[in-house]
């Protein structure tokens, strides 16, 4: 037999998540060099000075278990956030705390309510656990159509899904917003807030989701060290919720699902604000640029609270993705989030915004 005819059903519906390409990969393949990767929404600074250092310290113990309860880094997150330690989670990135809600509170023909598109993990998660997903489209403006999410909740609904800002577009859903949309959430719903881009957004309408979680409401707040902090190798990130949702989502966790060395970098990185005051101010000039200079060649890129840009090029954005890749240039296309003509652009150093932006206009002229 087949591994399809011995692999459980619903895992048929699934396909693979495409990460973005690596610089070393494409070098490789195409015998090329000074590829430069503007796809996958990482900081163009590396970890801070602290979290090198305190990596390095970190690895001389690793022959020893990691601490499971990650009681170092809950402790400053706790006095960050005015939280308690019962109130966290820590998971090996948001994507496997995405995950492990799914295990704990999904089970076989429930459903989840997402927007279409958005981050495709709370799809997936939801599918191996043996729920549908439901998804709603974003608005004209490309937001979360809040109201038509709220409709679609039914006694099914478990679990609400709202990336903000949001994952591949870069809009923002208010605090306004949220209220209203909490009021009309049924008990027997939670609401996921996923941030990971919380730490870059400028706006002063982005909804404080923690305040909600101290007010006892059923929400769980992700949030990830992948992208402000510069850790996205080493996997780290958190939840915020309630102690008694919690308790549920540590009952499905890995013992040691977060390694000592991505503990000690988060640790540090908590202690670095020189760190991300330094990547929001390069990520707000990169910002300013990019979207002068893509509205200067023609585009009409989206207005984003985040590092990356999501912008219609009017050409297929598959071969649009080749022809730059054979530039050196990795972005990432729309396609695989049901937009074919829409490119997603990192905002990175102004040298490199600069190529990016110049590679994008010479190959879209070409393929017109």
Known sequence: MEGKDLARKNLMELTPYQPGKPIEEVERELGISN????????????PSQRAQEAMQKAIQQANMYPDGNCYYLKQLLCEKLNVEMDQLALGNGSNELIKLISK????????????????????????????????????????HDLDKMAAAIGPKTKLVYICNPNNPTGTLITASELSNFLEKLPEHVILI?????????????????????????????????????????????????????????????????VNNIAQAAATASLQSEEHVEKSVKLNEAGKEYLMAELQKIGLNPISTET???????????????????????IIRSGDIFGNPTFVRLTIGFEQDNERMVKVLAETIAEMK
């Not at 590829?35 to 590396?46: F, H, Q, T």
């Not at 840009?309 to 530039?327: A, C, N, P």
């Open 35 to 46: 590829v430069i990767k503007m796809a996958s929404n990482e900081n163009p600074y590396g």
């Open 104 to 143: 704990a509170y999904l089970s076989q023909g429930d459903e989840i309510v997402m927007a279409d598109p958005s981050f495709s993990e709370y799809k997936t998660a939801a599918i191996i656990s043996g729920a549908k997903a439901v998804e709603v489209p974003l608005t004209e403006e490309y937001k």
């Open 193 to 257: 807030m996923d941030e990971a881009y919380f730490e870059y957004v400028s706006s002063e309408e982005n909804p404080d989701s923690v305040a909600e979680v101290k007010k006892g409401k059923n929400i769980i707040v992700l949030r990830t060290f992948s992208k402000m902090y510069s850790l996205a190798a080493l996997r780290v990130g958190y939840a915020i919720a309630r102690p008694d949702i919690i308790d549920f989502i540590n009952r499905v966790r890995e013992p040691f699902n």
């Open 307 to 329: 590092n990356f840009i999501f912008v219609d090029t009017g050409v297929d954005s598959k071969e649009l993705f080749q022809r730059m890749l054979k530039k050196g240039v």
